[in-house]
């Protein structure tokens, strides 16, 4: 038995809906001369909404097909209170600055609109409380770029190291974006990684370049958090130089919350400021985003106001406070999908429907547990855990240096705890030995993520769990906060 409904939308208005866990949602707008994704959503807890106003920009008929939702959403509602507008026109104002960068770049005549001086395209940094919307803006504003017909790749870039972004929680990361993302599922708010989607997704799958901090809370290590994100930044910027083409596309940065909530002045305030001003410099920023947070926006408008453009947006009434025991699920969830990828079963009466756009063919992964020896990975532990108490330290000796000093663990020890541990597994190091320096683990990027499901000490093994049957013998590893088991 299907549960379908009718909803006819007038202008300025948007559908919105929670689900339960384990449930889906089929939304299919008529009338449409090319087809509009049917947006399919799943989530693993009670909710999960979704802005429609966000494709009505595509809708090329004037009037308003109705949309046909089949499911049952724990909660379902249009509201007529909607800032989608405003996100449009911020848009616009980003495309301005795309089309000048690229007639710049082509060194066409600069378009006689009284900005011609300014060529840069939008380097765009999103800052706003918890659950104020910062990610769905970050997705809205790249899926207009993307779906301008001006064939623009920009980058989207993730700094929440709680979010998981395109594969686990504990990472930051940026992928070039050149199709609209579809997020049908908590396990991928910004859509899949190409490493872990199977085929089916390919036309859409990203590639993302990604680090490994380890830690859902930006806060347990601010200073190895400001150097992933130079780090990251020096990558964007670097590929951005090489290819001036992707340059104009701009970038777009989701950030954490941490980054906006706190007193404003003080020593959180003060790695608060820094962080921001890390990003800022990293990506060369010319436009910050306050969202919904007047003493924030104040607050930006007097560190950054001369230097670039500030602008508050406001906050959507849709956006759902997501609480902390569901960010924990999701977490777990994402381990699991990054694994074994997930099956999204459409609702009943449904037999077939797209997912964020593509054929919805069953997403499963076969994930490969490995018998190794102990001795074939080399892990670290970077951060807190491996420091020793203030008191421990000689008199005048810095914190700073043991928060960013690697550790090799012994995983025997019984110190490691690496049962059900998540570890990155890092890109080699640089093959020329002159390049390589004491700290170039903090430096290298993840190329995969482990769980080690379980360790034998008398005949020095372990057993990891991965998606792939990828090389991990003479790797090396970082470990994090994250535990899991299945
Ligand atoms: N305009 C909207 N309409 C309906 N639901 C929305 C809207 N914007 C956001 N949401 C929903 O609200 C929840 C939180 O939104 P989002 O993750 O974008 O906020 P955030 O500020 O990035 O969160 P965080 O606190 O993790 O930084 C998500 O479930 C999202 O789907």
Known sequence: MSDSKEWHLHPETEYRFELDPGTSLVIKVSDLCSPLPSLTS??????MQRSLAQNSQRLPTPTHPPIHVTGRPSTEYVSDETPMSTYANIHFVFEQMRVRALRDLHGSPPSDDGQHAITDPPRVLILGPENSGKTSISKILTNY??????????????????????????????????????????ANP?????????????????????YWYGNPDTKSNPQLLDRLVRNLGVHVIERHDMDPQARVSGLIIDTPS???SGPS???SADSRHTLIKACVDAFQINVILVVGHEKLNAEMQRLYGTQ????????????????HAYRERVHSYQLHAYMYGQKIDPPPGVSSGLVGGEAATELILSPSSTIINLGDLTIYRVGPESMAPSSALPIGAARTLSEMQPTLLDPASSGARLVNRVLALLAPFNEDENERYDEEILDLPAVGFLVVTSLDIPNKKMTVLAPTQGPIVGGTAITGSFEWTE
């Open 145 to 186: 770029t993307v779906r301008a017909a001006q064939n623009w790749s920009p980058l989207l870039v993730n700094l929440d190291p709680s979010q998981g972004a395109w594969t686990i929680p504990g990472t930051i990361s940026a992928a070039v974006v050149r199709s609209p993302i579809g997020t049908a599922s908590p």
């Open 190 to 210: 910004l859509g899949s990684a190409a490493t872990s989607a199977p085929t089916a997704l390919a036309s859409n799958a990203l590639i993302p370049l990604t």
């Open 258 to 260: 941490s980054f906006a």
């Open 265 to 267: 002045s003080g020593s």
């Open 42 to 47: 799943h989530s693993s807890k009670g909710v």
């Open 308 to 323: 670039l453009t500030v602008v508050k947006i406001p906050k959507s009434g849709g956006v759902v406070e997501l609480d």
